[in-house]
């Protein structure tokens, strides 16, 4: 699984996205959007995060997936900023 693949279904598990979603377009854009937060020193928070995703999939919140959210926000972070 590649780091964009494991951060998708992160964010799709922790954050209740469509079953479609993120795309790779959306998941770029959130991808973008942490970083500028990131080099302005800022540490995401899972406010942030939300927000993001919401911004990008619209969707997200409505949909409930089961099993163990392993999705913790510096791993999401560290997905999210690696090259």
Known sequence: ???DQELAHKLKIK???APNEPT???LEKI???IR???Q???IPTELDWASIVKKHCPDAG???YYGADTSDLITLMQLATKN
């Open 31 to 33: 991808k973008q959007d």
């Open 40 to 42: 302005k020193g800022v």
């Open 15 to 17: 954050f209740g996205t």
């Open 62 to 64: 409505n949909y409930g």
């Open 36 to 38: 500028v937060l990131v």
């Open 1 to 3: 699984m590649t780091n």
């Open 24 to 26: 790779s377009s959306q």
